[in-house]
């Protein structure tokens, strides 16, 4: 069992920059994977990123490759969201979810069995 609290969310004008982060309770979280979705109003909650157990591998969506950078620190049990050149259209609710059947990632948010409250991030143009 995990539990999930991100942080970090705010208002920005287009352009510039957020860090979530997400820390979790419990042990063995080296052994999650860990991902950040999204879900905007009226949308179905779209993925964002992922990284592996061990931070070497990570996985972006299209729409904010280059832009946004996902990291964890296993020693302080926290995954982060580094989110540069922010758009309008990455307004959302920002989800940090987790899955503790590694080591293949996946994009759907079916495969994650934990999850964060969210965090609402919201860019103005």
């Known amino acids: 069992q995990v539990q999930l609290v991100e942080s970090g969310g705010g208002v920005v ?20 994977i860990m991902a950040w979705f999204r879900q905007a109003p009226g949308k179905e909650r779209e993925f964002v990123a992922a990284i592996s157990w061990s931070g070497f591998t990570t996985y972006y969506t299209d729409s904010v490759k280059g832009r946004f950078t996902i990291s964890r620190d296993n020693a302080k049990n926290t995954v982060y969201l580094q989110m540069n050149s922010l758009k309008p259209e990455d307004t959302a609710v920002y989800y940090c979810a987790a899955d503790r059947d590694g080591p293949v990632i996946y994009r759907d948010y079916s495969k994650y069995e934990y999850w964060g409250q969210g965090t609402q991030v919201t860019v103005s143009s």
């Open 13 to 32: 004008q287009a352009g510039g920059s957020l860090r979530l982060s997400c820390a979790a309770s419990g042990r063995a979280f080296s052994r999650y």
